[in-house]
């Protein structure tokens, strides 16, 4: 029997084969695969309850979060990754995984990208064999098997295409140590890549790289300080896994806290801030519109990037710790202003009546649509978004879409003028949005099927001081009901803003909690009491990856929703005001 050939470029030496897992929609492997089993947890997407473990994996690319590096490492480091990755389009996040597995554990997987017309024929197949650039796809198990070796990292290869300072080869040579010397032989990896012709100095770093996805993520870190590794820009750090400070009064097991809390001392040792947040931009270090930074965490790039005007990467977790130890990143992306242009265009429908549930629930719709490219938004003009609608509207946005960057006509800095990010006498693509598309996608957010509510989960991202004046206001006068919880994750530096604003108080007497440096995609039980079964959330983020992460189902609303949900443990089912022209025949219980 013999197969058919396609070929691409290779990302990742080396061979490997088994059964062909193929999907035609981008995979997070943060909140869609588990670190521990392989299984494919994210419950949106087709591959739902399959394990990659020994599969050759094809799907476009990858989406979501900077921390599906982290992931892949993890698999591969305790055997449950796939055989190899085949890819429509290079996927940094996931081929960084493998950069890093090869550097530290001596352990690999090819990563070849066939682009979009060759990855189609993969459809139908059942078996498939990778050879460096090349993979073979058979319509059934092929009698010859072999085994494959795995591929180290060669550190002398190196590119020399790419334009090095003398403090690149003075890092390259060691001369600052060791950590450095790997860190620098990572980040010039991945520029050959991305085809970036030289390095860029940056100015601060936000490391995602913190989360604890498992042992693994924690021997990288630890690896790195005995190394003496030290950041050489200010570097802030993401959210970790726990509340350093009250992750045992909390009820968390040792077993997660500990290493968790571990693996947060060991990038502080590295000189990084403690800061512990996913909202960097809500920080006095903001960067400013321009500026050349690092930046992990998908909702916090996304931020910097279309809301700030500040120039960074959707950076993989681990090129980010890499890059804050060099100071010198690709110059490619969205570091140039040739490739922060926008390459498709979303048209809205007429609007009135929006509250602040329309923002996350149409970034997550046009996260779908958008797959690597950066959309120009139209039709936003008169509602003037707040900057709290558009955190709201990126961290959905960053999840379905792989991109890194949107623009909104009239709203965001690049597009007030939106011929500024056209580029001339270039047609785009336009995509035409109606309400009933937006209903569709609010359906697939309120994952729950009763009216109960369990657990409201606030702060993903983190909350903001204005977010915490609003939801004051709504909580006056008021207590939650004694059934249900409340929760509210956000950033040290928040908290205390808010605390000294006196809008804690009405909070407090509600009967909320409140949890600092971790946030809702790492918090489980005990915080979501174990008997719980539906959550509530303003989240467009967490709503989507709840479902795999904690196994609760979810229902998607606004704050104001949500703050009634926490009073009389039911969820109302309303459709928001400026839905009901989607659905004029309807008057939706349970949407």
């Not at 498992?214 to 003496?228: K, M």
């Not at 918090?523 to 009491?529: A, N, S, T, W």
């Amino acid at each position: 029997m013999s197969g058919s050939m396609l070929t691409g470029r290779s990302l990742v030496a080396g061979c490997a084969q088994g059964e062909l897992l193929f999907a035609d929609v981008g995979l997070s492997f943060w909140g869609g695969v588990d670190s521990r089993s392989g299984e494919v947890i994210d419950r949106h997407h087709c591959l739902s309850g399959q394990y990659l473990a020994g599969r050759v994996l094809a799907i476009p690319s990858g989406r979501g979060s900077c921390t599906g590096s982290s992931v892949l490492m993890e698999l591969i480091s305790n055997g449950h990754a796939p055989a190899a990755l085949v890819l429509a389009e290079a996927d940094e996040i996931l081929t960084l995984g493998v950069l890093v597995a090869q550097t530290i554990f001596e352990r690999s997987l090819p990563v070849l990208c066939i682009g979009r017309e060759a990855f189609a024929a993969l459809r139908g197949g059942a078996f498939a064999r990778v050879e460096n650039a090349s993979v073979r796809v058979f319509d059934r198990v092929p009698v010859d098997t072999w085994q494959a070796a795995d591929t180290p990292l060669d550190s002398s290869d190196i590119p020399h295409h790419i334009e090095l300072s003398e403090f690149d080869r003075a890092l390259l040579d060691g001369e600052h140590g060791k950590a450095a010397q790997m860190a620098m032989q990572i980040v010039l990896r991945m520029a050959q890549i991305q085809g970036a012709p030289r390095l860029v100095d940056v100015t601060q770093a936000h490391i995602d790289g913190c989360i604890y996805t498992g042992p693994a993520s924690l021997r990288f870190a630890e690896q790195l300080v005995q190394w003496g590794a030290k950041v050489r820009v200010p570097t802030t750090l993401n959210s970790i896994s726990v509340d350093q400070r009250r992750w045992r009064e909390l009820g968390i097991d040792p077993a997660l806290g500990e290493p968790a809390s571990a693996l947060g001392d060991a990038y502080m040792a590295m000189g990084a801030q403690l800061s512990f947040t996913c909202a960097p931009y809500l920080l006095d270090s903001a960067p400013k519109a321009g500026e050349q930074i690092v930046w992990a965490e998908s909702n916090a790039v996304v931020y910097a990037n279309s809301v700030l005007g500040a120039r960074t990467l959707k950076y993989p977790d681990y090129l980010d710790i890499c890059i804050a130890l060099t100071g010198r990143a690709p110059l490619i992306g969205c570091h140039l202003d040739a490739q922060r242009k926008a390459q498709l265009l979303i048209e809205l429908p007429p609007l009135s009546d929006l509250d602040d549930a329309f923002y996350p629930l149409l970034g997550y719709h046009i996260g779908t649509l958008t797959g690597s490219r950066i959309p120009l938004v139209l039709g936003l003009e008169k509602q003037q978004p707040d900057l709290d609608d558009l955190k709201a509207f990126g961290a959905a946005f960053a999840t379905t879409s792989a991109a890194p960057l949107f623009h909104i006509a009239g709203v965001t800095p690049e597009a007030l003028d939106p011929s500024k990010v056209l580029e001339p006498d270039t047609e785009l693509p336009v995509q035409r949005i109606h309400l009933e598309d937006l209903l569709l996608s609010w359906r697939e957010l309120n994952s729950a099927r009763d009216n109960r509510v369990d657990a409201v989960t606030l702060g993903n991202p983190h909350f903001s001081l204005g977010e915490f004046a609003h939801l004051a206001r709504l909580c006056r006068g008021r207590r939650k009901h004694p059934q249900v919880v409340l929760a509210i994750t956000c950033g040290r530096a928040v908290l205390e803003q808010a605390r000294a604003a006196g809008h804690l108080d009405e909070i407090e007497t509600f009967g909320a909690t409140l949890v600092t440096d971790t946030c809702w995609c790492m918090l489980g039980e005990p915080v979501i009491p174990p008997a719980a079964t539906t959550l509530m959330t303003n989240s467009g983020k967490y709503a989507h990856y709840a479902p795999g992460l904690v196994g609760r189902s979810v229902h998607f609303a606004s704050l104001a929703e949500c703050v009634d949900a926490a009073c009389t443990g039911v969820a109302s089912g309303r459709l928001p005001t400026w839905l009901h022209p989607a659905l004029p025949m309807e008057t939706p219980a349970n949407v």
